[in-house]
T-cell receptor
Framework: DTGVSQDPRHKITKRGQNVTFRCDPI?????LYWYRQTLGQGPEFLTY????????KSRLLSDRFSAERPKGSFSTLEIQRTEQGDSAMYLC???????????FGEGSRLTVL | AQSVSQHNHHVILSEAASLELGCNYS??????LFWYVQYPGQHLQLLLK??????LVKGIKGFEAEFIKSKFSFNLRKPSVQWSDTAEYFC???????????FGTGTRLTIIP
């Protein structure tokens, strides 16, 4: 399968712990996006990379959140000192160009107890 | 800032019924418009897109959408739905060359056999 892959698919953690999600985009896509989706809502933009450069961050991305794409390939999203409000599905998507046509992974579901 | 409204939260139809899902956006400039679909247990995938040209666009599985600029709308239609169309449908807009895709809250479509 050459689609976008995310790991882990589901993470359960206690409040205050750190978690990290990984995203492997489609190999020829230079753009990579992170979105968050909560129950009953559409995906909300968090951040975007073009190659290794993080070019835009949403105000939703508090100081506890950090994303990297060190070699312009895979990306990680780390959440420090998790809170119950961080419980959500974290979606990664990639794209070969700036048209809004995104290819999504299956998401990483975070449950903070 | 751009925003997207989907007024139908849950639609229930019988097989062979006609479908129209509403989508309105707020942005005064050039937009790219999308419908994404999420089938149960699967990732978000593109259903159809509008960039420019003919305002009536056709997508996969017999879906079509019409861009009406004067109404800021991009409604999704299908003349005869099937049980396999049961899914959640998201309208999205990418405005003014922005990398960010803004999604609506989604419409859950349930088709009764």
């Amino acid at each position: 399968d050459t689609g976008v892959s995310q790991d882990p698919r589901h993470k359960i953690t206690k409040r205050g712990q750190n978690v990290t999600f990984r995203c492997d985009p489609i190999s020829e896509h230079n753009r990579l996006y992170w979105y968050r989706q909560t129950l009953g809502q559409g995906p909300e933009f968090l951040t975007y990379f073009q190659n290794e450069a993080q070019l835009e961050k949403s105000r939703l991305l508090s100081d506890r959140f950090s994303a990297e794409r060190p070699k312009g390939s895979f990306s990680t999203l780390e959440i420090q000192r998790t809170e119950q409000g961080d419980s959500a599905m974290y979606l990664c998507a990639s794209s070969p160009r700036n048209t809004g046509e995104l290819f999504f992974g299956e998401g990483s579901r975070l449950t903070v107890l | 800032a751009q925003s997207v409204s989907q007024h139908n939260h849950h639609v229930i139809l019988s097989e062979a019924a006609s479908l129209e899902l509403g989508c309105n956006y707020s942005y005064g400039g050039t937009v790219n418009l999308f419908w994404y679909v999420q089938y149960p247990g699967q990732h978000l995938q593109l259903l159809l897109k509008y960039f420019s040209g003919d305002p009536l666009v056709k997508g996969i599985k017999g879906f079509e959408a019409e861009f009406i600029k004067s109404k800021f709308s991009f409604n999704l239609r299908k003349p005869s739905v099937q049980w396999s169309d049961t899914a959640e449908y998201f309208c999205a807009v990418n405005a003014g060359g922005n990398e960010k895709l803004t999604f609506g809250t989604g419409t859950r479509l349930t088709i009764i056999p």
